[in-house]
């Protein structure tokens, strides 16, 4: 693995982006003198500069995928049930600068009975790192996991091309999440658009216990307490299910519910985060949170996986 340099606090928001830009007539004679006579370009990001032209925000530390809010400043705008089809709207959590260009973006499925409401602690936990976040409600309280799946596939491709912040998102990287029967759909979701990027179902369920068609990097995280989808009957097979060969992690958290995921979570939070950033911004710097296997833990009960196999 490369080495990653941290420094000792992360940086504020306005101090890692007031390097980027120069803005002015003198900063534009300057950039423009130097286009001319060759040079690089003056307003390009300084030390640890973008290889990866995906890469957002400064590189992480333990601390900083484990606090409650990133880098980024976060706006919310609401999607009316009303104003689109295949899904039942929502809210989506967004970036606010425009200055370091596109975002990847995830939805978010709730699960059976339960609406938007009951995942809306990950918005600004994932948007604040550098995400377009949508929490959607489903058609129907009751929707089934195959339901959810199509319904997060809707609220996509409304989000890419319909919605307010379309021009924020870039529409080749995307992911999915979901909790419970709407993790259950995220499988949905990956199994038929394997061009996903990322998938997280948390304390999933479904009837379908294979899925050897999965394309996408996929973490899945159960809870050792789940008594209405238990690790040994969803978790854990959906995990050995997916190809030996795809990147893919099971998390099972320690002394956890099946409503763990409804609520404000950090061990969910810093695993999401790293796999959002590793396989939707190809963040080789998150490796480091990923691999080796985080070891058992007051927080983790057991982790198992493949090192991500780029890097
Ligand atoms: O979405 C879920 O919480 C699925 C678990 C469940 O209530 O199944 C009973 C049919
Ligand atoms: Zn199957």
């Known amino acids: 693995m490369q080495q990653h340099l941290q420094s000792p606090a992360a940086p504020l928001p306005t101090e890692h982006r007031a390097p980027r830009r120069r803005t002015g007539r003198l900063a534009g004679a300057a950039a423009a003198l130097a286009a001319v006579i060759g040079l690089g370009t003056l307003t390009s990001p300084g030390a640890h500069a973008a290889d990866n032209p995906y890469e957002r925000g400064p590189a992480p530390t333990v601390s900083s995928i484990e606090a409650l809010r990133g880098p980024y400043a976060v706006s919310e705008t609401s999607v009316s049930s009303l104003l689109v089809s295949g899904f039942g709207g929502g809210t989506v959590y967004y970036p606010t600068s425009t200055s370091d260009g596109t975002f990847g973006a995830v939805v978010v ?48 491709d409304y989000l890419t091309q319909r919605s307010s912040v379309r021009t924020r998102i870039d529409s080749t990287r995307l992911g999915v999440m979901g909790h419970s029967m709407g993790g259950g ?29 999965v394309r996408t990097p996929t973490l899945i995280i159960g809870a050792d307490g789940d008594t209405i989808a238990p690790v040994s009957s969803h978790s854990e097979p959906f995990y050995t ?39 939707i911004d190809n963040d080789t710097r998150y490796e480091q949170f990923l691999c080796p296997i985080p070891r058992p833990s007051t927080t983790i009960e057991e982790y198992r996986g493949n090192c991500p196999h780029t890097s």
Do not use: C
């Open 241 to 279: 299910s997916l190809p030996s060969t795809l990147d893919r992690a099971y998390l099972e958290l320690n002394s956890a519910s099946h409503f763990t995921p409804n609520s404000n979570n950090t061990t969910i939070a810093k695993y999401s985060i790293s796999w959002l950033k590793r396989f």
């Open 185 to 213: 759909g995220s499988l949905e979701a990956a199994k038929s658009r394997p061009s996903l990027q990322a998938a997280i179902p948390l304390t999933p369920w479904n009837t379908d216990k294979t899925w050897p068609e």
């Open 109 to 156: 499925s709730p699960g059976y009975t339960a609406d938007q409401s009951s995942m809306s602690w990950l918005g600004p936990r994932l948007a604040s790192q550098g995400f377009v976040v949508f929490t959607i409600d489903t058609l129907s309280r009751y929707d089934q996991p195959d339901s959810r799946g199509r319904q997060l596939l809707a609220a996509l």
